[in-house]
T-cell receptor, first 113, second 112 residues
Framework: EPEVTQTPSHQVTQMGQEVILRCVPI?????FYWYRQILGQKVEFLVS????????KSEIFDDQFSVERPDGSNFTLKIRSTKLEDSAMYFC???????????FGPGTRLTVL | QKEVEQDPGPLSVPEGAIVSLNCTYS??????FMWYRQYSRKGPELLMY????GNKEDGRFTAQVDKSSKYISLFIRDSQPSDSATYLC????????????FGRGTSLIVHP
């Protein structure tokens, strides 16, 4: 069964460093998403991406965040200068169409020291 | 008032029990209602998806939406230890992007 994959599973970085989180969505899906979940809190939407551009973003997705689909398979989230409060699980998701079920990856745990 | 409220639990039940999980919400624009299951260190997995009010059944799972009370429920019949997970409710508006707004999740423990 096809699934969304994410790498790395755990990333530890120093405050102020740049990190890139990687995702491989399901191959025939057209919509891609990033969410984050701070420990003990709810899953929060960051950004959605369709047709090689951002279709929607939340207030959390400020100038330090960017997304890219550098090739036909990968979908990345870059955090330019990490802060302590960026420590969270980051989930990638994809869907065939906008209203269809979103399939989530296993997440990347980001720890900022 | 938060948009989506969900008791974090934990809710501990014996195997075979009927489980009731609930969420309330404040935004009457929500039209799509979802329940996700999240195992430890895994991403959320969609269990049930309903539009507007009413009931929907899928095997041991029943989702119920009462829009007049802004209240949704997930019932699990004949609960199993493998049902032990965190259950997230989520909802989205009709039209636009359909991006879900999640509750905090309820931790369910089914003990043998």
């Amino acid at each position: 069964e096809p699934e969304v994959t994410q790498t790395p599973s755990h990333q530890v970085t120093q405050m102020g460093q740049e990190v890139i989180l990687r995702c491989v969505p399901i191959s025939n899906h057209l919509y891609f998403y990033w969410y984050r979940q701070i420990l003990g809190q709810k899953v929060e939407f960051l950004v959605s991406f369709y047709n090689n551009e951002i279709s929607e973003k939340s207030e959390i997705f400020d100038d330090q965040f960017s997304v890219e689909r550098p090739d036909g398979s990968n979908f990345t989230l870059k955090i330019r200068s990490t802060k302590l409060e960026d420590s969270a699980m980051y989930f990638c998701a994809s869907s065939v169409r906008q209203l269809n079920e979103q399939f989530f990856g296993p997440g990347t745990r980001l720890t900022v020291l | 008032q938060k948009e989506v409220e969900q008791d974090p639990g934990p809710l501990s039940v014996p195997e075979g029990a009927i489980v009731s999980l609930n969420c309330t919400y404040s935004n009457s624009a929500f039209q799509y209602f979802m329940w996700y299951r999240q195992y430890s260190r895994k991403g959320p997995e969609l269990l049930m998806y309903t539009y507007s009010s009413g009931n929907k059944e899928d095997g041991r799972f029943t989702a119920q939406v009462d829009k007049s009370s802004k209240y949704i429920s997930l019932f699990i019949r004949d609960s199993q230890p493998s049902d032990s997970a965190t259950y997230l409710c989520a909802m989205s508006r009709a039209g636009g992007s359909y991006i879900p707004t999640f509750g905090r999740g309820t931790s369910l423990i089914v003990h043998p």
